[in-house]
């Protein structure tokens, strides 16, 4: 190698670290590097994350499995290599946030074997100073893992129709648009 393909990876990696958007490049999603960007993003010290599964920065084992599962179907059938979506991650004080993630595949055949991600947060501050009823935050847990309505009422042993009601005071409480928005918020009760 020359001096200046050298000079020009030094560059390069340079470029990398300073960029500031958050990047992460992972092999088989094991962090295997990431900018400085990233680190302020996530809280974290370099030591903290190098060869650690990227499973670290999510709120949860079954946001990380559901995640993945749906990138790399996608990325299976994707011309282009690259996936975006909107998901929960989290800080290492444990605050849970709302992020953009944007992943670009370098070996389209196995697509997790190396890739590029960026992250970008999408904060909405919101803090909620509502009260929720017992009742209110049981099924809040089980709103935030997913269950539908008439799953939670199974579980808990009441009506569908009751789990409605309370969903959709849940709802007006924490002001929630969409099923989305009520997971975040109460999430951020949840901190």
Known sequence: MTEDQHHLQDLERLAFQVSPAPQVIT???RMLDFNQAFLSLFG???EDLAEQLILKLYPSQADYQA???????????AQNGAYSDERFMQHHSGEVFWARANGYTLTPNEP??????????MDRAFRPTVNLTPREREISAHVVNGLTCKEVARKLGIS?????????????????????????RIIVLRE
């Open 27 to 29: 092999a088989n999603r």
């Open 44 to 46: 974290y010290r370099r």
């Open 67 to 77: 995640i993945g599962e749906r990138s790399l179907s996608w990325l299976r059938h």
């Open 112 to 121: 997790f074997q190396l890739m590029v991600w960026h992250f970008e947060r």
């Open 160 to 184: 569908h129709r009751t789990v409605e009601v309370h969903r959709a005071r849940l709802m007006k409480k924490l002001q929630a648009r969409n099923s989305a928005e009520l997971v975040s």
